[in-house]
Nanobody, 121 residues
Framework: QVQLVESGGGLVQAGGSLRLSCAAE????????MAWYRQAPGKERELVAG???????SLADSVKGRFAISRDNAKNTVYLQMNSVKPEDTGVYYC???????????????WGQGTQVTVSS
């Protein structure tokens, strides 16, 4: 079994910074693409940023120039550095990970429990 454990959410003023972390724990053979999604009240979950196992990153247009995603493969951890945050960045942020279990050729998608980010104006 695998768990994605998120941390780093909270309340921040507009223009401030926040760093989210997500550590994958459990029976992991290979950790593929990891990503951050967010869901604002009354809206659908949307992709914020993703990074492949090789380090290729992509960002949603709404966060380009402000957010950065990175990963530490030795720690099975992905980070989301959020700078110059805006009130519209408020939402629950979910970690996503594509995992291949030890002894298996199949991959499974896992989600974190979500961490709340609130940006005050």
């Amino acid at each position: 079994q695998v768990q994605l454990v998120e941390s780093g959410g909270g309340l921040v003023q507009a223009g401030g910074s926040l760093r989210l972390s997500c550590a994958a724990e459990g029976s992991i053979s290979t950790l593929g693409t990891m990503a951050w999604y967010r869901q604002a009240p009354g809206k659908e979950r949307e992709l914020v940023a993703g990074v492949t196992s090789g380090g290729s990153a992509s960002l949603a247009d709404s966060v380009k120039g402000r957010f950065a995603i990175s990963r530490d493969n030795a720690k099975n951890t992905v980070y989301l550095q959020m700078n110059s945050v805006k009130p519209e960045d408020t939402g629950v942020y979910y970690c996503y990970g594509l995992v291949r279990h030890v002894g298996s050729s199949l991959t499974t998608v896992y989600w974190g429990q979500g961490t709340q980010v609130t940006v005050s104006s």
